[in-house]
C-alpha cells in the first residue's frame, strides 16, 4: 500500500475541508481503491523527546527519522508548506507552515514549531 502525505490550501476551515474529503472519497469507493483519512489537530509535542534523529532529505522535503526516548521510532517531514511528525508510523501533528523555500526546513525550526526536543 502506499502513502501520501498531501497539502492543500483552501479558504475552507479545517472542520469544513475534513468533511468535504471525506464526502469526495464516500462518493468514489471501489474495491480497489483504500483511502484512510485522519484528522490530525495541530498539537504542540512538548514533553517528546528525540533521541536519536538523522536528516535523510535536506530539501524538497526536508526530512528526518530518528526514535523517541521512550522507544517510538520518529519521522518529520516539511515539503509545500506541510510540516508532519510521525511517531510508530502515526500522523500525530500537522501545522502548515508557509514561506518562500516551502520545501526546506532546520531542525531548530522544527523543534520550534512541534515542541520536539532532542534529548
Known sequence: ?????????????????????????????????????????????????????????????????????DGRSVYVRYRHGGLTVHLDGEAVFYKHVPRMADGYMTWDEVEEHTGLRRS
Open 1 to 69: 500500500m502506499s502513502k501520501y502525505d498531501v497539502a492543500i490550501e483552501t479558504s475552507l476551515n479545517a472542520d469544513e475541508l475534513y468533511e468535504a474529503i471525506v464526502e469526495a472519497i464516500e462518493c468514489r469507493r471501489s474495491d480497489d481503491l483504500f483511502v484512510k483519512v485522519e484528522r490530525v489537530e495541530e498539537e504542540n509535542l512538548w514533553g517528546i523527546f528525540v533521541k536519536t534523529i538523522n536528516q535523510t532529505c535536506s530539501a524538497c522535503p526536508s526530512q528526518w527519522e530518528g526514535t523517541t526516548t
